[in-house]
């Protein structure tokens, strides 16, 4: 793990404390952390947009950033570091597939990066961003639109009704909630998607409608 990080930690209960997921009963767990691993997120990716794109504009830079730091993308960079393999949660949390939930592991990788930061400051969390968000920050050189804008942009450009989500249901515990919601759109067959949070779902369903108009239209 600590050559995958680019560091190794001199207080393992540090790292344990990022690995940690509040399902499992005691007072420590990632949440402090990953507070400061998602502020931590937002200042180096800002620099780095602001460095790599020295012609875009602050709309285009926003769009960039909002991208490089949702839940979805560090979930894709904890994905590639492994992080998943070493996550400390409960059983139950783990049998209802804990371990691939992009809420959990967006958080651990933001924990992780905090952890990092209080131990060794900003360059190593600098040497990581710049190692495992290379990916997404080259794609196309662009933002990359999520599901739900390239959704409601197939509405407007045929002029019909834009997209509505309804939440349909809610699962699980405070810590960990599960929802459920659909996507209705100009009488086609409604779509559904679950995540960690409301917005996880919706761009779940989204995508499913997205699949779905691939398939029919």
């Known amino acids: 793990m600590y050559q995958t990080l680019g560091y190794e930690f001199r207080d393992e209960d540090l790292l344990r404390q990022a690995l940690t997921h509040p399902s499992l009963e005691g007072p420590v767990n990632y949440q402090r952390l990953e ?3 998602d502020r931590v997120l937002g200042l180096l990716i800002a620099e780095w947009i602001y460095e790599k794109y020295p012609n875009v504009d602050e709309g285009g830079m ?3 950033h909002t991208n490089l730091v949702r839940r979805e993308t560090c979930a894709e960079a904890a994905e590639k570091m492994d992080l998943a393999d070493y996550i400390l949660m ?5 049998d209802t597939g804990g371990r691939k939930r992009a809420t959990i592991l967006g958080d651990v990788c933001e924990a992780v990066l905090g952890a990092m930061y209080m131990e060794g400051g900003l360059d190593v969390c600098r040497k990581l961003i710049r190692t495992h968000w290379q990916v997404f920050i080259d794609q196309d050189g662009l933002a990359v639109r999520d599901a739900k804008t390239r959704l409601q942009e197939w509405a407007q450009s045929r002029r019909i009704s834009t997209p509505s989500y309804v939440t349909l249901g809610r699962e699980g515990p405070a810590h960990e909630p599960l929802f459920t919601i659909a996507v209705r759109l100009n009488g086609m067959e409604e779509q559904t998607g679950q995540g960690g949070s409301k917005r ?3 761009q779940a ?12 239209y």
């Not at 409960?90 to 783990?94: L, R, V």
């Not at 369903?205 to 029919?216: G, Q, T, V």
């Open 35 to 37: 507070f400061v691993g």
């Open 62 to 64: 926003a769009s960039r």
């Open 90 to 94: 409960a059983k139950s949390t783990e």
């Open 200 to 202: 996880e779902a919706e």
């Open 205 to 216: 369903a989204a995508a499913k409608m997205l699949d779905y108009i691939e398939e029919n």
